[in-house]
């Protein structure tokens, strides 16, 4: 090779080099960015409140007993493994899809597996369970207020449906209308006592269109990505896609064939995205 030609591969292989280098930079500066976001960071340090020591503690605001298994599991393990303290609070037992007693049954048994601090499940005629059912936003805030100031935590994150509910399920949207309002709400309230501290972080479940919904982890990048880009937004993987799984089975009732295919190509097995709407 002439010099002149070992001196343009060498310029060529140094731009290579500084572009790789820059994009590693890129990605790693994104990923700082987002870390400070993220509200299930599992470092010790952030696993208990600044302010008097005690745990944080989250409340995730689902609509049907095995909710939590199918689309929030994700989110449920990094709670837990941020050690956060985590309270499920389910709207309705289920009983349209099977019998209620059953499924509240194997609902605590998901409870004990992920070894939840707390779980509620609510029964009332305004929030019974139905396709076709329109759950009165009042109720679902009633609901908030009467688990949030009993006070068993001081609750840092609220996480539920976005209002496209994962499936469309008239439940899981009037879960989220509910939980916005009881938000909106709360911060007025909170902002006129000047005390914007007691407000709770709101996270929403993000729904995907239906290709995306059914991708599995091949949609691990492309969320990863777009979170990285969106400041409102984290990425929450599944460290044990099995552990869901297991969670899953758990609700033997309603675990029937399609189901099985569900779990499997779901992408809300191996990840969760999650947008702040606070
Ligand atoms: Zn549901």
Redesign the pocket.
């Known amino acids: 090779m002439s010099e002149d030609g070992a001196r343009a591969a060498t310029t060529v292989i140094a731009g290579v080099a500084f572009a790789v280098s820059a994009f590693a930079a890129s990605l790693a500066a994104l990923r700082a960015v987002s870390t400070t976001r993220d509200p299930f960071s599992s470092s010790s340090s952030s696993s208990v409140k600044t302010e008097d020591g005690g745990r944080r503690a989250a409340l995730v605001l689902?609509?049907?007993p095995?909710?939590e298994s199918y689309f929030f599991a994700p989110t449920v393990q990094a709670l837990k493994r941020a050690n956060v303290e985590t309270h499920l609070v389910c709207l309705s037992d289920g009983g349209e899809g099977g019998d209620g007693e059953t499924r509240k049954k194997e609902l605590l048994r998901v409870k004990e597996f992920f070894g939840l601090e707390g779980m509620c499940v609510v029964e009332t005629d305004d929030l019974r369970d139905g396709m076709d059912r329109e759950w009165p936003a009042k109720t679902v805030m009633a609901v908030l207020d009467a688990y949030t100031e009993g006070a068993p935590a001081t609750f840092d994150y609220v996480v539920t449906f976005d209002a496209g509910g994962v499936s469309g399920?008239a439940?899981?949207v009037g879960t989220h209308r509910g939980a916005r309002q009881w938000i909106e709400e709360r911060k007025n309230s909170v902002v006129k006592a000047s005390d914007v501290g007691k407000c709770p972080q709101v996270w929403v479940l993000e729904t995907t269109n239906i290709a995306r919904k059914f991708s599995g982890a091949v949609d691990w990048f492309a969320s990863y990505v777009e979170c990285l880009m969106d400041s409102r937004r984290v990425f929450v993987p599944s460290p044990s896609p099995l552990e869901v799984l297991r969670a899953v089975r758990l609700h033997k009732s309603q675990f029937v064939w399609y189901r099985k295919l569900f779990v499997a190509f779901s992408r809300y097995t191996y990840m969760n995205t999650l947008r702040r709407i606070d």
């Open positions: 689902i609509a049907h095995d909710d399920h439940n899981h």
